[in-house]
């Protein structure tokens, strides 16, 4: 079925029943509209992709870029000012500039950094569940645990203050704004988190430390030229956003949906082995992973056997794509020993998340604490009762209330 002779345009992000649910729409759209009209919170129309292997085309293929700013891109919501999608790194490290960038970065986010990092996650892990059982259940883990943890790393990372983080955290939604914020407040935000981050790499450049922001100031390329400010800027900004934002979400969804239904935990429990493919197979099985990763078409292109025009905007959503069935087996079903898990939840292509080496070691090392610190870890409210985050790009619950 071509997207052109659907008759009802869906309103996007497709809402959900609960927070832990997916929409009942992507198995539909699976089948019958693997390329499928949809609105943005603006208003604009663009184009949604569902499968397995059109997911990976669209993010893998040149032809799809980040150019937002373009006349007839798409904007996503409503009196939209760029916000992350339309950053200056965005727009600056398409094509060679990109892989430039990931080069002069790479060396921070290698596995072998991440292990070396391990000990020193699990210590502070182990610190703030000592908070988290001192203050008494039943308790918040997001607040407790999955928010402050990410923020911890990422700033000792980047060589900035943990005691800016409800800062970097008001920054951050306003970048990652659909409906929640304003276009006034969404350009104060930007003014605020630029001159912030002007501000650090001023102080780098005079007292460097042993931190990324001083690395990139100094690091050279291929062709002996250095990041400038704005790129140095928005690095740090891209940084921040992703480093924590979606980690301490996936924190929080990790553990809802393993408490969810009582048998994954205690499996994890019994065997604490499994923690790695654990992981895995929950950033696969996640159904509010949030907006998905837009794309601009720059020519003609074929999708899952339809014409697409040049000037489209598409978004593709990896998590429908991860219960694609022509991939997974009994993808409906969270299977925590599955191997191999060739999942998108980091994207594919050159695009694909630098951070996620980050990212896994994180999860691993909070759910292999947790195993190990709260065996008897429940949930305090129903499944049913969690709270998706409304208006935000970033999928996630507003808390997580469990006890021990």
Known sequence: ?????????????????????????????????????????????????????DVKLVLSDPRFVRNFSADDAASIAEGDSGGVFESEMAASIEGAGHQRWRRMIARWFTARRMLALHDDIEAMADRMIDDMVAAGGPADLKAALGFPLPVWVICDMLGVSESDRDRFAHWSNALL????????????????????MAALVAQKRAAPGNDLISDLISRTDDDGATLTDAELIATGQAL??????????????????????????EQLVADRSLARTAVEEVLRFDANPGFGMPRYLTEDAEVAGTMIPRGTTMVCSMAAANRDERVFDDPEEMDLSRSPNHHLSFGAGPHSCLGQALARTELRTVLEVLLR????????????????????????????????
């Open 373 to 404: 610190r709260l065996p008897t870890l429940e949930l305090a409210v129903a499944p049913e009762e969690l709270r998706r985050i409304e208006g935000l790009a970033v999928g996630g619950v507003e808390e997580l209330p469990v006890r021990w």
């Open 1 to 53: 079925m071509s997207w052109e002779a659907v008759v009802r345009t869906l309103q996007y992000p497709i809402p959900a029943k609960h927070a832990l649910e997916p929409p009942q729409e992507w198995a539909e759209l699976r089948e019958q509209c693997p390329v499928a009209p949809v609105r943005f919170p603006s208003g604009d129309e663009a184009v949604l992709v569902t499968r397995y292997d």
């Open 177 to 196: 704004n659909l409906s929640r914020f304003t276009k006034e407040e969404v350009a104060l935000a930007q003014r605020e988190f630029g001159e912030y």
């Open 240 to 265: 921040l956003v992703a480093g924590h934002e979606t980690t301490a979400n996936m924190i929080g969804k990790m553990m809802g949906m393993l408490l969810a239904d009582r048998s994954r935990w």
